[in-house]
């Protein structure tokens, strides 16, 4: 998934204009962007997007972000949304390998209730948005075969240690929140899934997104969430391997597969070792399907 477009549970005019927007996925979001008062009216609009959605068949992943284990409202989200087959479950306010277990378990109920295959479901952690969750990220390795990526988030985090401001007077991330992402980063590798990129809040500065975006592929992560459809087209740019990294990509590929017992090959006088194969693998499989 190279892009993850946010939309409120309860509007449905942002998930008609979502419809259109070209995402990989959309969060369909019963957490944050719904008051609490409005939960239950939220998860029955969530409820009516999700059927029109299957009904229509559309490509893109539907990912619902629930509330959070320890919020009292988890219970009533899934038993809402899990009838209608969503792909992946959204975790805020994870902590650690055991919430992904814990989420599990209720997932595996639900789908036996729902009469869906077991596992049918997926998991996406937001690792960071606590201050204790820092301490969890090396325990997802393992966890659950339901971890299909991690995220991390500076929002709630910035709130959750008392900061005044994640960013700096440039726009950058100050330290407590880098060291968050480059975790998150090191924790996704640990667990073979993917890393995810926060949101970029500041939608109408598309050249500060495109930079972040770049970075953020240049050290690892392999897509990003959105809270507007207008990032969606550079997100999905910026993530979209390039003709020539494909090129060289299935050349490394094929070289190692017509010399199985080498170490190191030689392609235009350029050395490529076992960490070369496995980066080339790693970026065809972020192909999108055509």
Same mark, same amino acid.
């Given at each position: 998934?190279?892009?993850?477009?946010?939309?409120?549970?309860?509007?449905?005019?942002?998930?008609?204009?979502? $419809?259109?927007?070209?995402? *990989?996925?959309?969060?369909?979001?019963?957490? *944050?962007?719904?008051?609490?008062?409005?939960?239950?009216?939220?998860?029955?609009?969530?409820?009516?997007?999700?059927?029109?959605?299957?009904?229509?068949?559309?490509?893109?992943?539907?990912?619902?972000?629930?509330?959070?284990?320890?919020?009292?409202?988890?219970?009533?989200? $899934?038993?809402?949304?899990?009838?209608?087959?969503?792909?992946?479950?959204?975790?805020?306010?994870?902590?650690?390998?055991?919430?992904?277990? /814990?989420?599990?378990?209720?997932?595996?109920?639900?789908?036996?209730?729902?009469?869906?295959?077991?596992?049918?479901?997926?998991?996406?952690?937001?690792?960071?948005?606590?201050?204790? #969750?820092?301490?969890?990220?090396?325990?997802?390795?393992? #966890?659950?075969?339901?971890?299909?990526?991690?995220?991390?988030?500076?929002?709630?985090?910035?709130?959750?240690?008392?900061?005044?401001?994640?960013?700096?007077?440039?726009?950058?991330?100050?330290?407590?929140?880098?060291?968050?992402?480059?975790?998150?980063?090191?924790?996704?590798?640990?667990?073979?899934? *993917?890393?995810?990129?926060?949101?970029?809040?500041?939608?109408?500065?598309?050249?500060? $997104?495109?930079?972040?975006?770049?970075?953020?592929?240049?050290?690892?992560?392999?897509?990003?969430?959105?809270?507007?459809? *207008?990032?969606?087209?550079?997100?999905?740019?910026?993530?979209?391997?390039?003709?020539?990294?494909?090129?060289?990509?299935?050349?490394?590929?094929?070289?190692?597969?017509?010399?199985?017992?080498?170490?190191?090959?030689?392609?235009?006088?350029?050395?490529?070792?076992?960490? /070369?194969?496995?980066?080339?693998?790693?970026?065809?499989?972020?192909?999108?399907?055509?």
């Amino acid at each position: 998934m190279r892009s993850l477009l946010f939309v409120p549970a309860d509007s449905p005019r942002k998930q008609a204009r979502a $419809l259109a927007c070209g995402a *990989d996925a959309i969060i369909v979001d019963l957490e *944050d962007s719904v008051a609490a008062q409005a939960k239950d009216a939220g998860r029955q609009a969530a409820r009516e997007f999700l059927q029109e959605w299957r009904r229509q068949e559309r490509a893109a992943r539907i990912i619902v972000r629930i509330n959070a284990l320890d919020s009292g409202l988890t219970e009533r989200d $899934l038993d809402a949304l899990m009838p209608l087959r969503p792909d992946i479950i959204m975790l805020p306010k994870a902590q650690g390998g055991r919430d992904v277990q /814990h989420l599990g378990a209720k997932l595996a109920v639900r789908e036996a209730e729902s009469d869906l295959p077991d596992g049918a479901t997926q998991i996406l952690p937001i690792a960071t948005e606590t201050a204790g #969750a820092i301490f969890g990220l090396g325990s997802y390795a393992g #966890a659950s075969r339901r971890l299909c990526a991690l995220t991390w988030g500076a929002e709630d985090l910035s709130a959750d240690i008392g900061a005044e401001s994640n960013r700096d007077a440039n726009g950058q991330y100050t330290s407590p929140y880098r060291l968050a992402r480059d975790l998150t980063l090191f924790a996704a590798a640990h667990a073979g899934v *993917d890393a995810l990129d926060t949101v970029f809040v500041n939608f109408q500065d598309h050249a500060g $997104l495109r930079a972040e975006c770049e970075t953020a592929r240049r050290d690892g992560f392999t897509g990003k969430m959105a809270i507007h459809p *207008d990032q969606i087209a550079v997100i999905n740019e910026v993530f979209t391997p390039s003709a020539k990294a494909i090129a060289e990509a299935r050349m490394i590929i094929e070289t190692f597969a017509n010399q199985p017992d080498a170490g190191v090959i030689g392609i235009d006088g350029q050395m490529y070792d076992r960490p /070369h194969l496995r980066r080339a693998e790693r970026l065809l499989a972020r192909v999108p399907k055509t």
